[in-house]
């Protein structure tokens, strides 16, 4: 049995113990690994997608939120051309969040919040680059002493982030109507 860790080997070459760590499936290489370096992926989003699908480009996510769900830090998610109606949150993870082109890849967040929010500390910079962003209309309590939702499109809080090639429009808050970074 390829992947039953209760009939593989106990030791690799070197004799340490397999799997590792105790209770994995072990892999099927020589050596168990814990110094390996992650790559980076691209993570794909289009319309005619399906959030069951695995992010692959030719298995890609229906929704920005859940490709923003699976990546990791340095992880992209590329956005095929269309208009996603939701509010995304990156969580902690600075990952680089990116359309096909400005001017037909759109996140409408449908007046329900800001639309892209990056609101928990991440150890790297995120990037938001080719994309419009709209119809936001910010994040209430977002910041301390500021009465009113903060911002509209896009709200980021104790991150770096580097925004490139954006359309932003249309959104409304009490500070920060486009963007609120602080």
């Known amino acids: 049995g390829s992947g039953d860790p209760d009939i593989s080997l106990n030791f690799d070459i070197n004799n340490n113990a397999r799997p590792a760590p105790n209770g994995s499936n072990p892999d099927l290489g020589v050596y168990e690994n814990d110094l390996a370096e992650r790559e980076n992926r691209i993570i794909y989003v289009d319309q005619n997608g399906s959030d069951d699908d695995l992010g692959f480009q030719n298995q890609p996510f229906q929704t920005i939120q859940a490709a923003i769900n699976i990546a990791s830090d340095g992880d992209s998610v590329f956005i095929y051309n269309g208009t996603y109606i939701e509010n995304v949150d990156f969580r902690s ?5 990116v359309g096909e ?7 409408d967040g449908n007046s329900t919040g800001s639309v892209i929010s990056i609101t928990e ?4 910079t995120s990037i938001i680059a080719n994309l419009t962003i709209k119809n936001g209309s910010g994040t209430s309590g977002g910041w301390p002493d500021l009465n009113g939702p903060v911002g509209g499109g896009i709200f980021a809080k104790y991150n770096n982030v580097s925004l490139k090639n954006l359309i932003i429009k249309e ?10 970074i602080q």
Do not use: E, M, Q, R
């Not at 993870?93 to 969040?97: M, N």
């Not at 500390?121 to 790297?124: F, L, Q, Y």
């Open 101 to 107: 082109n400005k001017l037909n890849t759109i996140v």
């Open 121 to 124: 500390p991440n150890s790297g």
């Open 171 to 180: 959104n409304s808050a009490t500070s920060g109507g486009g963007v609120f």
């Open 93 to 97: 993870s600075a990952i680089h969040l």
